[in-house]
């Protein structure tokens, strides 16, 4: 079956593959490779690609971090110690290291008197060449003073004088790499600097003007050209010009996939609301408010004819997957088919025990496919999805791989999105005509990041969670305690409780973090024998539900883990939730730990154990945890706490990767570039107005190349 999209009527629809469409020409000076900058050969270029990137434009986001004031030039003898002094030296005797570990030192001084130059580990060849004796050389450095005698060691520059045009009165300092040192860098990135062109002014000459920005050429000129500290501020008028571009392009961009989403590719699916209707008296419970409202907006969405891009947000346990089943019937209903990928083996499974006996009873089969599927029933699923007989299935990302076809899909639901990419997404509802997407995501996002990473979304939230949920103690210990979580486990244990035991997440490896969570196991293991269970990252798939089933059916009463547990598990007898060093987790990862326990009736506990002394944030993530069980809240906190950082992990998110702007201080610039956004598409959504021009050349320039392919060339 055909993937490509589309309801015919649509202009946009024919532009479904139009020619790759050539960069403005004034962006080809710096989307050329930084070889082309004088004195960048092949392995300056590799350390340069992998810290800045591989062209020219990538040395111009490569922001300073520092300067240096090189303006203080003192004689040898009124040189004070603790300062950068900049001094013109005639060189003097080597004296080399005797021992190892000892410094080599070179003799140097002006007319006042004389100083050592001082070098660790630096081979004696090469002082030789740099520092010649009876040679003058501008020397540059930090000014100390050692056993009463002046000394600079490793200085930062020295300059024969004849390059002193070379000397500049402020360096600027960048985050290096190996293999290139600060002078270079800094002349290269002048080099890319001074090639940068003048671009057309893409921002709306009002807000130009309101604050004071410069044009983008000397934004970029003034941000690597730094007087003072204050000019390295996230506030000068320069970066938050350069922040406002980003953040315009970013805007722009998800508007365009989403505007074309929506106008391009819809189809309607027709529900007739029997199969739901049965669903629901089937259910043992009553929806919730927002699970009721949330469906009114799905329903809207795949009742219309463009096309859903809809983000469910709701807190652990919220009801997430009885609404996305609900979705679901809506497809079966119109005689067409639905999928939910899940980001792993085990919440593929856990989703398929939900949904499977309740569809079982409506007279529907739900296949599933993950990577573990092969064989004989892996060939029935693909046949059947192929031919329509299968309109439910549930897996993993294997149902976005090729052999996967779809008689008719209608809708995709995606759970746990952070997990995939966006392609990923894209690729699975790629295969219906139109096919409706819902993303499902249980880490509450801030508004910020919603409009950033997920601004092609309309969003729903389940902000209101099923009745009878008691809420969670959260009690917190330090480690030298341990003693007594274990007897009380011991008590919980003894009435029926189940146990999660999360163990030390160890950054440095996953290795040392296995021989944490092994070694717990056994020592609780010691106390109840038999009742100890061990999952983690490195047990295949069927090793893993093997033990996560014992533990659901309560064979077993601790289950001892590293964060494999992290997403979605539902155990509803989990009463009791330990986590070891939670000093060391996130504030979203430790609510949505939390999350496993509190599902059932009874009541549940969380402790978490830390070992002090605490990072004043660690301290306030903890407080923070106990004190709130709203998945909002926590995620406001988190961002305060540790600003837009990785919220959300790092590549997997799918969030854009922000070079210039900064969410913690850069935020307001985010609303007006969303509202500009909208503005400019509501009177010019193919950018082809004299404005809409110049923001084509913006969107290459922040390389959402993506997004102009969207539109007509022009
Ligand atoms: P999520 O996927 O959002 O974490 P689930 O869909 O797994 O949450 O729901 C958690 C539990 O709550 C499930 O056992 C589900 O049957 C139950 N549940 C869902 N909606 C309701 C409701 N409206 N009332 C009572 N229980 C509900
Ligand atoms: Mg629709």
Same mark, same amino acid.
């Given at each position: 079956?055909?993937?490509?999209?589309?309801?015919?009527?649509?202009? /946009? /629809?024919?532009?479904?593959?139009?020619?790759?469409l050539?960069?403005?020409?004034?962006?080809?000076?710096?989307?050329?490779?930084?070889?082309l900058?004088?004195?960048?050969?092949?392995?300056?270029a590799?350390?340069?690609?992998?810290?800045?990137?591989?062209?020219?434009?990538?040395?111009?986001?490569?922001?300073p971090?520092?300067?240096?004031?090189?303006?203080?030039?003192?004689?040898?003898?009124?040189?004070?110690?603790?300062?950068?002094?900049?001094?013109?030296?005639e060189?003097g005797?080597?004296?080399?290291?005797?021992?190892?570990?000892m410094?080599?030192?070179?003799?140097?001084?002006?007319?006042?008197?004389?100083?050592?130059?001082?070098?660790?580990?630096?081979?004696?060849?090469?002082?030789?060449?740099?520092?010649?004796?009876?040679?003058?050389?501008?020397?540059?450095?930090?000014?100390?003073?050692?056993?009463?005698?002046?000394?600079?060691?490793?200085?930062?520059?020295?300059?024969?004088?004849?390059?002193?045009?070379?000397?500049?009165?402020?360096?600027?300092?960048?985050?290096?790499?190996?293999?290139?040192?600060?002078?270079?860098?800094?002349?290269w990135?002048?080099?890319?600097?001074?090639? /940068?062109?003048?671009?057309?002014?893409?921002?709306?000459?009002?807000?130009?003007?309101?604050?004071?920005?410069?044009?983008?050429?000397?934004?970029?000129?003034?941000?690597?050209?730094p007087?003072?500290?204050?000019?390295?501020?996230?506030?000068?008028?320069?970066?938050?010009?350069?922040?406002?571009?980003?953040?315009?392009?970013?805007?722009? *961009?998800?508007?365009?996939?989403?505007?074309?989403?929506?106008?391009?590719?819809?189809?309607?699916?027709?529900?007739?609301?029997?199969?739901?209707?049965?669903?629901?008296?089937?259910?043992?419970?009553?929806?919730?408010?927002?699970?009721?409202?949330?469906?009114?907006?799905?329903?809207?969405?795949?009742?219309?004819?463009?096309?859903?891009?809809?983000?469910?947000?709701?807190?652990?346990?919220?009801?997430?997957?009885?609404v996305?089943?609900?979705?679901?019937?809506?497809?079966?209903?119109?005689?067409?088919?639905?999928?939910?990928m899940?980001?792993?083996?085990?919440?593929?499974?856990?989703?398929?025990?939900?949904?499977?006996?309740? *569809?079982?009873?409506?007279?529907?089969e739900?296949?599933?496919?993950?990577?573990?599927?092969?064989?004989?029933?892996?060939?029935?699923?693909?046949?059947?999805?192929?031919?329509?007989?299968?309109k439910?299935?549930?897996?993993?990302?294997?149902?976005?791989?090729?052999?996967?076809?779809?008689?008719?899909?209608?809708?995709?639901?995606?759970?746990?999105?952070?997990?995939?990419?966006?392609?990923?997404r894209?690729?699975?509802?790629?295969?219906?005509?139109?096919?409706?997407?819902?993303?499902?995501?249980?880490?509450?996002?801030?508004?910020?990041?919603?409009?950033?990473?997920?601004?092609?979304?309309?969003?729903?939230?389940?902000?209101?969670?099923?009745?009878?949920?008691?809420?969670?103690?959260?009690l917190?210990?330090?480690?030298?305690?341990?003693?007594?979580?274990?007897?009380?486990?011991?008590?919980?244990?003894?009435?029926?409780?189940?146990?999660?035991?999360?163990?030390?997440?160890?950054?440095?490896?996953?290795?040392?973090?296995? /021989?944490?969570?092994?070694?717990?196991?056994?020592?609780?293991?010691?106390?109840?024998?038999?009742?100890?269970?061990?999952?983690?990252?490195?047990?295949?798939?069927?090793?893993?539900?093997?033990?996560?089933?014992?533990?659901?059916k309560?064979?077993?009463?601790?289950?001892?883990?590293?964060?494999?547990?992290?997403?979605?598990?539902?155990?509803?007898?989990?009463?009791?939730?330990?986590?070891?060093?939670?000093?060391?987790?996130?504030?979203?990862?430790?609510?949505?730990?939390?999350?496993?326990?509190?599902?059932?009736?009874?009541?549940?506990?969380?402790l978490?154990?830390?070992?002090?002394?605490?990072?004043?944030?660690?301290?306030?993530?903890?407080?923070?945890?106990?004190?709130?069980?709203?998945?909002?809240?926590?995620?406001?906190?988190?961002?305060?706490?540790?600003?837009?950082?990785?919220?959300?992990?790092?590549?997997q998110?799918?969030?854009?990767?922000?070079?210039?702007?900064?969410?913690?201080?850069?935020?307001?610039?985010?609303?007006?570039?969303?509202?500009?956004?909208?503005r400019?598409?509501?009177?010019?959504?193919?950018?082809?107005?004299?404005?809409?021009?110049?923001?084509?050349?913006?969107?290459y320039?922040?390389?959402?190349?993506?997004?102009?392919?969207?539109?007509?060339?022009?």
């Amino acid at each position: 079956m055909p993937s490509t999209s589309g309801s015919p009527k649509t202009p /946009a /629809a024919k532009n479904d593959r139009p020619p790759a469409l050539k960069r403005p020409a004034g962006l080809e000076a710096i989307f050329q490779p930084v070889t082309l900058v004088t004195g960048v050969g092949s392995a300056a270029a590799k350390a340069l690609t992998r810290l800045a990137g591989p062209n020219l434009i990538d040395l111009l986001w490569h922001l300073p971090a520092g300067l240096v004031d090189r303006r203080y030039n003192p004689t040898v003898a009124s040189a004070e110690p603790g300062r950068i002094a900049t001094m013109t030296l005639e060189i003097g005797e080597h004296l080399p290291s005797r021992r190892p570990g000892m410094p080599y030192r070179v003799r140097a001084g002006d007319d006042t008197g004389g100083l050592h130059l001082v070098f660790f580990q630096s081979r004696a060849p090469w002082l030789q060449k740099l520092l010649p004796v009876d040679s003058t050389r501008i020397i540059a450095g930090k000014i100390e003073a050692f056993n009463g005698q002046k000394q600079i060691v490793h200085p930062d520059l020295v300059l024969d004088p004849a390059e002193k045009h070379r000397l500049k009165p402020i360096q600027t300092v960048y985050p290096l790499t190996a293999g290139i040192n600060g002078p270079q860098l800094e002349r290269w990135i002048d080099e890319a600097v001074r090639r /940068a062109p003048d671009l057309p002014e893409w921002i709306d000459p009002p807000l130009l003007k309101r604050e004071a920005w410069p044009s983008w050429r000397d934004a970029i000129t003034h941000i690597h050209a730094p007087e003072d500290e204050d000019d390295l501020s996230p506030l000068t008028p320069w970066r938050r010009r350069l922040a406002f571009d980003e953040l315009l392009a970013n805007q722009l *961009a998800l508007l365009l996939v989403r505007e074309r989403q929506r106008r391009a590719t819809g189809r309607s699916t027709k529900a007739t609301g029997a199969l739901r209707a049965q669903a629901l008296k089937l259910l043992p419970y009553k929806l919730t408010g927002a699970q009721l409202r949330t469906l009114g907006e799905i329903d809207a969405d795949m009742a219309a004819t463009t096309r859903m891009s809809r983000l469910l947000q709701g807190d652990v346990g919220s009801g997430k997957t009885i609404v996305a089943f609900l979705a679901m019937l809506s497809a079966v209903e119109a005689g067409r088919q639905a999928a939910l990928m899940a980001p792993t083996e085990i919440l593929a499974r856990q989703h398929l025990q939900t949904i499977a006996p309740l *569809a079982l009873k409506l007279g529907l089969e739900v296949a599933v496919l993950t990577g573990r599927d092969k064989g004989k029933a892996r060939a029935r699923t693909l046949q059947g999805l192929a031919e329509g007989a299968i309109k439910l299935v549930v897996g993993t990302h294997a149902l976005t791989q090729d052999p996967v076809e779809f008689r008719d899909l209608a809708l995709t639901v995606v759970d746990e999105q952070h997990r995939f990419g966006v392609e990923d997404r894209m690729r699975l509802s790629n295969k219906g005509k139109g096919s409706d997407v819902l993303v499902m995501t249980a880490t509450p996002i801030p508004r910020t990041l919603t409009l950033t990473s997920y601004g092609d979304l309309d969003v729903s939230k389940l902000d209101e969670k099923p009745p009878g949920r008691q809420p969670v103690d959260t009690l917190t210990l330090p480690a030298d305690r341990l003693d007594e979580v274990v007897a009380g486990v011991g008590r919980a244990i003894a009435a029926g409780a189940r146990v999660y035991w999360v163990c030390p997440l160890v950054e440095e490896s996953e290795v040392s973090d296995l /021989a944490a969570a092994r070694e717990r196991a056994a020592e609780l293991s010691a106390y109840f024998k038999g009742r100890v269970g061990l999952v983690h990252g490195r047990l295949r798939g069927p090793e893993k539900d093997a033990v996560m089933a014992q533990f659901a059916k309560g064979e077993i009463d601790i289950l001892v883990a590293t964060t494999v547990i992290e997403v979605g598990v539902n155990v509803p007898e989990a009463t009791v939730m330990v986590i070891e060093h939670a000093e060391r987790f996130g504030l979203a990862q430790l609510h949505q730990l939390r999350g496993r326990v509190g599902r059932g009736a009874g009541k549940s506990r969380c402790l978490l154990i830390y070992s002090p002394p605490l990072t004043e944030t660690a301290r306030q993530r903890l407080t923070v945890i106990k004190e709130s069980e709203d998945g909002f809240v926590i995620a406001e906190k988190d961002l305060e706490l540790r600003g837009a950082g990785d919220l959300l992990g790092t590549k997997q998110s799918g969030r854009p990767d922000f070079r210039l702007a900064d969410l913690e201080h850069h935020a307001d610039l985010l609303e007006i570039a969303r509202d500009d956004a909208k503005r400019i598409l509501s009177t010019d959504l193919e950018l082809a107005s004299p404005r809409g021009k110049a923001l084509r050349t913006l969107l290459y320039l922040f390389e959402r190349d993506a997004a102009v392919r969207y539109l007509r060339s022009g």
